[in-house]
């Protein structure tokens, strides 16, 4: 039996043993079966992470399960921002069992703010709402200082950066740089991460979109934000998290409604309400072009050197936002002219084209 289908049914038996304990006397007397619960495979991501939602035959109540490769991921760091976060719409962490990477958490649904988006249906007004009531609990976790949040330096801006080249231009697509792409690439990654280091400094969930954001409640004054998927926290640029929002690698939004949301965010907080909001504009879409960069570059590495293909449909709509983007700012463009070239190659990649088609059929 394959080691992943092994992995699976211990962490079946374990899920039953954590769920007898949480549901009390009465059910702890019930057969420890595995036909007594059920676990769900839920969406794969960009990591080494997989999710389930355990159900126990005995109640209505359910869990979320994660397996989390010990060799693979931080499950240290993991718990410990948990614990920081759960005040601001982390799960709460019910068991752990370090040696195998299993964990148990509350369960925050299965409204994601994707789905919720698409529920909108073109109603401009509930779209509006939604990212706001994004962006309000990003005001609460932007507030968060712990030391077991390590700073987002520009070492590893620069890693992050250069990850599509490496990955998708010259590993995935096998386009070598020349010595005029190599130079737009020095200048653009000069320039992004200069505006990324200048700004304010708050902690930044990174990766802090639709898919990884779930709506507790109606899209209004009672819906709280319930989020995932932040081990890899760091105090950074304070617009970090509002461009992985507003230029989601998933979903597109209309410009006027990025700048008004944008807007808005930069008011209510203290870090940007001084700042003209010019300035405030070419902070955030620095930081989205130089993370919808690495998002490009994860995905390529994904495929290549993860065996996992499931993101690489999604690269050519990203390259061509981030050059949509880039192509606003004068000394971008140059980069925006190279993009749009990757994203053109990205769309006639054969591989790239037939998870395209397999992603739109899901």
């Not at 200048?187 to 954001?213: F, G, I, K, W």
């Not at 955030?284 to 919808?292: F, G, K, S, T």
């Amino acid at each position: 039996m394959p080691k992943e289908k092994n992995t699976e049914s211990e962490l079946t038996a374990w899920c039953l043993e954590q769920v007898l304990v949480l549901e009390g006397e009465t059910q702890s007397k019930l057969c420890v079966d595995d036909n007594n619960i059920s676990l769900k495979a839920l969406r794969v991501e960009a990591s080494h992470r997989h999710f389930y939602r355990v159900r126990s035959k005995g109640s209505n109540q359910s869990w979320v399960a994660m397996w989390s490769p010990p060799a693979l991921e931080n499950n240290r760091q993991f718990v410990a921002l948990a614990q920081v976060f759960q005040a601001t719409g982390a799960p709460q962490l019910l068991s752990s069992d370090f040696a195998r990477g299993f964990f148990l958490m509350e369960d925050l649904g299965s409204l994601h703010l994707a789905d919720a988006y698409e529920s909108t249906a073109g109603d401009t007004v509930a779209l509006q709402r939604l990212v706001d009531t994004a962006l309000n609990a990003l005001l609460a976790l932007q507030e968060i200082s712990d030391a077991n949040i390590p700073p987002y330096d520009e070492a590893r801006m620069t890693m992050e950066f250069e990850l599509c080249a490496e990955w998708f231009a010259q590993k995935l697509i096998k386009s070598p740089l020349g010595p005029a792409d190599a130079q737009t690439l020095a200048d653009a990654r000069a320039s992004l991460l200069h505006a990324m280091l200048e700004q304010p400094t708050a902690c930044v969930h990174r990766d802090y979109h639709c898919r990884n954001l779930l709506l507790r409640g109606e899209a209004g004054e009672q819906s709280t934000i319930g989020m995932v998927d932040f081990q890899d926290a760091l105090i950074g640029p304070a617009l970090y998290d509002p461009a992985s929002l507003l230029r989601d690698c998933y979903f597109t939004h209309d410009e006027s409604l990025v700048r008004t949301a944008l807007e808005r965010f930069a008011r209510c907080t203290p870090l940007l309400a001084n700042i003209p909001q010019e300035r405030v504009m070419w902070w955030h879409d620095a930081c989205a072009i130089q993370r919808q960069m690495k998002a490009v570059g994860i995905f390529a590495r994904l495929h290549l050197r993860d065996g996992k293909s499931s993101h690489l449909g999604y690269i050519p709509s990203v390259l061509q936002r981030a050059a949509v983007v880039a192509r606003q700012y004068p000394n971008l463009d140059t980069l925006a002219l190279l993009l749009d070239r990757w994203a053109t190659a990205a769309s006639q990649n054969a591989l790239i084209q037939q998870q395209s088609r397999a992603g739109a059929s899901r």
